[in-house]
């Protein structure tokens, strides 16, 4: 089956540095992929959609500028957490829309990034 | 946007018992997947499923679209079975697969 990959699965980092996450379709081409965002015993809540080749598209209350997308290839995009800080500490998880999607496919997660800011 | 309420919030179960959990949206529906989200944050696929029924092993689902909800059997659960159960949809013309989550179901199974 169609496998999403998301590395770092954890990282600590200090206030003020960035953090990168790359999700990775293995074995698919994605034109796009999602990028969610889960608080502790909360639900999943979607940040942005990114297309291959094109300005993510950014859910309300999302910074743009805080969190970049960058979707180079059909099989990465990247999610940049810029001069982070401890409220952004959360659980980060990806998804990814196969390039021949139809309404009959489900869509695939990556097994996420949990990031703790000091 | 659409609206996705997931019940109970928490149950509690003795292994081997039976449970069913519900999820109801606001609007039509395109896609319907269930979630077991295992207690490292991973999110298993369980179904597929925007109407129908599905059995898979211990587990089915049935989604009624027209009604505007969809069920989930756990039969004699396990242990393993706890973690967090969501449903999550895609619905209008957003051309993309751009599922909206509900809000979670705990599931604690007990010895």
């Known amino acids: 089956g169609a496998v999403v990959s998301q590395h770092p699965s954890r990282v600590i980092c200090k206030s003020g540095t960035s953090v990168k996450i790359e999700c990775r379709s293995l074995?698919?081409?994605?034109?796009?992929m999602f990028w969610y965002r889960q608080f502790p015993k909360q639900s999943l809540m979607l940040m942005a959609t990114s297309n291959e080749g094109s300005k993510a598209t950014y859910e309300q209350g999302v910074e743009k500028d805080k969190f970049l997308i960058n979707h180079a290839s059909l099989t990465l995009s990247t999610l940049t957490v810029t001069s982070a800080h401890p409220e952004d500490s959360s659980f980060y998880i990806c998804s990814a829309e196969l390039l021949t999607f139809s309404y009959n496919s489900p869509l695939h997660f990556g097994n996420g990034t949990r990031l703790t800011v000091t | 946007g659409i609206q996705v309420e997931q019940s109970p919030p928490d149950l509690i179960l003795q292994e081997g018992a039976n449970s069913t959990l519900r999820c109801n949206f606001s609007d039509s529906v395109n896609n319907l997947q269930w979630f077991h989200q295992n207690p490292w944050g991973q999110l298993i696929n369980l179904f597929y499923?925007?109407?129908g029924t599905k059995q898979n092993g211990r587990l089915s689902a049935t989604t009624v679209a027209t009604e505007r909800y969809s069920l989930l059997y756990i039969s004699s659960s396990q242990t393993t079975d706890s973690g967090v159960y969501f449903c999550?949809?895609?619905?209008?013309?957003?051309?993309?697969?751009?599922?909206?989550f509900g809000t979670g179901t705990r599931l604690l199974v007990s010895p």
């Open positions: 074995d698919f081409q994605a034109t796009t």
């Open positions: 499923i925007p109407s």
């Open positions: 999550a949809v895609e619905g209008g013309n957003t051309g993309f697969q751009k599922l909206v």
